[in-house]
């Protein structure tokens, strides 16, 4: 009679730790397939609205790093920077449109050494977005540059021995000389302290969730619709601040 008992107690808690197994398999799965979104871009007035991100200072890798965004362009009559680190004028990192050249330019400067890559584009006021990314790698010693998945121009070697520690990091401007302001719309921009391929980062001209890949330290998705706070989806918690005016559009990539 007991044996029956203590089988019959046994069975009923396999029974409900299966049941509640079941229920977190079941809430795990919710939560795994929620569908990712990019609702919001931020839109800059090219006067003097950006954002800032004071807390990457300290993560970005000098030696080798990626950075990705996705851009559109509105009419300019000025240089339009996308981002830009810097220590001071003899080492910095940037993406930016000259305007006077309709070039893009990729640019990477270390000890005084300027490494760029110029390349003649058609997307001022073209109304459609596209996909930038630089990497470097001192390592390798190559920068490269990428326009909507494709490679730009030649890598370029002989890389300068980075100085000092990085002070000021910017999107949407000149970081050194406060100008060159950006003119019109920047979404889901990501920083990381490896090479990534850029074919990746572009997934076929459709923006993605890129939480999940490796050295990700900086990821603005930009899907907050309101504020002046821009949350870092990287996992390091270098939340973005906009300035001057910059906004939440609900035009993007």
């Known amino acids: 009679m007991a044996i029956s008992k203590i089988n019959s107690l046994a069975l009923s808690s396999v029974a409900k730790v299966n049941s509640l197994a079941k229920s977190s398999m079941a809430k795990i799965n919710s939560l795994v397939n929620v569908t990712w979104s990019n609702t919001y871009s931020i839109d800059f007035d090219g006067t003097n609205d950006y954002m800032t991100a004071d807390g990457i200072f300290n993560d970005i890798d000098v030696d080798a790093g990626t950075v990705s965004a ?80 494709s490679a730009v121009g030649s890598t370029q070697t002989g890389l300068g021995t980075w100085s000092g520690s990085i002070n000021a990091f910017a999107i949407g ?35 993605y969730d890129l939480s999940g890949i490796s050295d990700l330290i900086g990821y603005w998705e930009m899907n907050e619709g309101s504020g002046t706070s821009v949350a870092d989806s990287s996992g390091t918690g270098n939340t973005g601040t906009l300035i001057n005016g910059a906004a939440f559009v609900s035009d993007v990539a």
């Open 70 to 149: 996705w851009i559109k362009l509105d009419s300019t009559s000025a240089n339009d920077v996308i981002f830009k680190f810097d220590v001071d004028t003899n080492n910095q990192a940037t993406i930016a449109y000259i305007n006077s050249t309709a070039k893009m330019r990729f640019q990477y400067k270390a000890g005084g050494t300027t490494k760029k890559i110029d390349h003649s584009v058609s997307i001022e006021n073209d109304g459609n977005w596209h996909h930038v990314v630089i990497t470097w790698d001192t390592s390798a010693d190559e920068l490269k540059g990428y326009i909507d998945g």
């Open 173 to 207: 401007k000149n970081s050194i000389a406060n100008n060159s302001y950006w003119t019109g719309h920047i979404d889901q921009f990501a920083i990381f302290t490896s090479v990534v391929s850029a074919s990746t980062l572009y997934n076929s001209g459709t923006p």
